[in-house]
């Protein structure tokens, strides 16, 4: 017995193969650690699927005609998408594309406004020690929990004082400020521009502005950009204040002038079919300008990389 025991044992040393409760990293079996690996990745597609389900769904309904929009399967596609998108661009003599222009002209001057704001203030927080600063960003964070919707009548009411409801000032001037690219760029400015760079231009006789705009302002491109993006699509969406703002609906945004297609759908379910062919064309500029600038989100998260 003792042999058989002292043979047993030289034979596992020899092998080099010591008891294992369970095969796997960490002692976890096999089985454990793929569904460790696989379970964030199945999140995931389960999100994007979420997400992309009702653009699927506006892409297959914009290509059906009236007669076969409600009556036909969710996910069986038609063959008038032309014919809808033609109809659509047809009806009072192009109004849709004016809503689109005007959809541009909020977002993208209010986008770019904001960016250039928020740039500007968020540099002077985070590199500027003065009276009231640290009461000035706590201010910016209150006013980052506070619901747009809050907003929308008091700004009504300020600018009806003016004479500037129904104008195109009316929905660009409270897209300038914003509370949340203001602390976006503070943060990024803190973390981009070094105060070494900074106290360099200075002893080099440079002037504020000119520190900022030459020398910090590059530095801030990719984090501005995240901002522009951020406020481009909260405009391009917005309904409440327009909705508010504006009574000549040749100065509507898109979603204001489908919101009004869609209630007149209910005397003319014919114009259904054109409130969704508009949809899928609001959702392109989107789509084209995320993966037109991903690139400097790139360049953004490598830099952060490297940052110590």
Do not use: H
């Not at 600063?133 to 919707?149: H, T």
């Not at 809050?150 to 929905?171: C, F, N």
Request: aromatic share 12%.
């Amino acid at each position: 017995m003792a042999g058989t025991d002292t043979a047993t044992t030289g034979r596992g040393t020899l092998t080099g193969q010591p008891e294992r409760s369970g095969a796997g990293t960490g002692g976890r079996p096999d089985g454990q650690g793929r569904i460790a690996r696989l379970a964030p990745t199945a999140i995931l597609l389960l999100g994007a699927f979420y997400c992309l389900l009702p653009v699927a769904w506006v892409l297959v309904a914009a290509s059906k005609d009236a007669s076969t929009l409600f009556t036909s399967s969710t996910f069986a596609p038609g063959d008038a998408l032309v014919d809808n998108v033609a109809g659509l661009s047809a009806y009072r003599d192009g109004l849709f594309w004016r809503w689109m222009l005007n959809t541009l002209l909020y977002a993208g001057v209010g986008a770019a406004l904001s960016a250039a704001v928020s740039g500007l203030s968020g540099y002077t927080l985070a590199k500027f020690a003065f009276p009231g600063r640290s009461v000035v960003f706590n201010v910016l964070l209150a006013g980052v929990l506070v619901p747009g919707i809050t907003l929308a009548v008091p700004q009504y009411l300020l600018l009806a004082k003016v004479g500037l409801t129904d104008t195109y000032w009316s929905v660009l001037l409270p897209s300038i400020v914003s509370p949340y690219g203001i602390y976006l760029a503070r943060i990024y400015a803190a973390a981009a521009v070094p105060d070494s760079v900074v106290e360099a231009a200075r002893v080099d006789g440079a002037s504020e502005f000119g520190i900022f705009r030459r020398v910090a302002l590059p530095m801030m491109v990719p984090g501005l950009i995240t901002v522009f993006l951020l406020q481009f699509v909260a405009i391009w969406n917005n309904f409440l204040l327009p909705f508010i703002m504006l009574a000549d609906d040749e100065r509507f945004p898109v979603t204001l002038g489908l919101y009004t297609l869609l209630n007149q759908g209910n005397t003319q379910p014919a114009l259904y079919r054109f409130v969704i062919a508009g949809s899928l064309l609001s959702i392109v500029p989107l789509v084209a300008l995320f993966l037109s600038l991903q690139r400097y989100w790139r360049i953004d998260l490598l830099s952060g990389a490297t940052k110590s």
